[in-house]
């Protein structure tokens, strides 16, 4: 009998979105074998990461590339808390010496990652060895080989001149930003990217986007040159995990809207699922239209965390991509 070969997934973005995805993954994967990689987006130009950058002219931002690394840890003592440290972020010490503590807001993971990245000079190895160091479930891979530039165009972001168009910098500006964003994109146009990325793309069975912030986290993919293409050409079925909520960077957007975004990014990119909380979702049949309009079908499944947040339940979530990922098997 032949050994059936583990499926391979690659999801793309950052922040507590792809974490959250990583962790369903992980669910998923003690009933389907998967074979995980992650793209991480590296605009975060916000505290730790952004700090970093400016200090020490950081080659990449990286406090979402550590929050993939912890949540693809292995569930063993050791690795469980190694991957607690990474996470553990320096808080202020009571009656401190003189002058403020340099210390103070850096998570230990983003000091680690930083030490290996200046040390090893590569990306890819740094975060290599840190994968090995919390037996991580997959491979962590940043978008670029250097950290992007995040910039909107944003109507009402001055609130003295609401019907203005003004352009917004930075990933953490546009995140917060107030007002309506009506483009979005990255800087430089077209960054390095790693090869082992291209390589996980042709490879995978699928390619997964979301949840997470749409136009720092899930969006910027779309638009580096070489990282599009590979998207458009490889065999991969594709899935989009929407977002439960609107959050600062799409108020005004539909969840229809979301959907229509990746069209408007990547006007070649076919989709084969999307998956949505049926409570969250409102009515879904202009969701399921926006859905039929990228090729996908529309999966409704409880998967967002049981108090009320609009979080995704990691476990949840896993639960309702089994039976997506191990379809044809």
């Given amino acids: ?14 922040g507590h979105g792809l974490s959250a995805s990583l962790r369903a993954l992980r669910r998923a994967s003690a009933e389907i074998e998967l074979d995980i990689t992650a793209v991480v987006t590296v605009g975060d130009d ?3 990461s952004g700090r970093l950058l400016a200090e020490r002219d950081a080659l ?20 469980r808390r ?3 440290v990474l996470q553990y972020r ?7 010496g003189e002058g ?8 230990v993971g983003n000091l680690l990652l930083l030490g290996l990245m200046e040390m090893l000079g590569d990306p890819v190895h740094a975060l290599d060895h840190a994968a090995a160091m919390v037996g991580a479930r997959g491979r962590v891979l940043p978008m670029a ?5 995040i910039e909107a165009d944003v109507r009402g972001a001055d609130p003295s001149r609401p019907d203005d168009v003004v352009t917004v910098r930075g990933q953490h500006a546009v ?11 990255i800087e430089p146009a077209d960054p390095p990217i790693c090869d082992p990325v291209i390589d996980a793309i042709g490879a995978a069975d699928w390619l997964i986007f979301g949840p997470g912030s749409w136009y720092t986290s899930v969006l910027p993919h779309l638009m580096v040159p070489r990282l599009a293409e590979a998207i458009t050409a490889s065999p991969a079925r594709r899935l989009v995990t929407l977002n439960l909520a609107a959050d600062n960077e799409t108020l005004g957007l539909s969840v229809a809207d979301h959907l229509a975004a990746l069209h408007w990014y990547l006007p070649g990119l076919r989709v084969d699922a999307v998956v949505a909380d049926g409570k969250w979702v409102g009515e879904p049949e202009p969701v399921r239209r926006a859905a039929e309009a990228l090729g996908a079908r529309l999966i409704l499944a409880p998967v967002a965390v049981a108090d009320g947040s609009a979080r995704h339940d990691p476990e949840s979530l896993g639960v309702a991509l089994v039976p997506v990922l191990g379809a044809d098997r």
Avoid: N, W, Y
């Fill in 1 to 14: 009998m032949t050994a059936r070969r583990p499926v391979k997934v690659v999801a793309f973005g950052g």
């Fill in 46 to 48: 916000g505290g730790s």
């Fill in 60 to 79: 990449l931002p990286p406090g979402d590339l550590r929050q993939a690394l912890a949540a693809l840890a292995d569930d063993t003592p050791v690795t």
């Fill in 82 to 84: 190694t991957a607690d």
């Fill in 90 to 96: 320096f808080a202020e010490i009571p009656a401190g």
């Fill in 100 to 107: 403020p503590d340099p210390l103070v807001g850096h998570a």
């Fill in 145 to 149: 080989r250097h950290a992007v530039g």
């Fill in 175 to 185: 995140a917060v930003t107030c007002g309506h964003v009506e483009a979005v994109r």
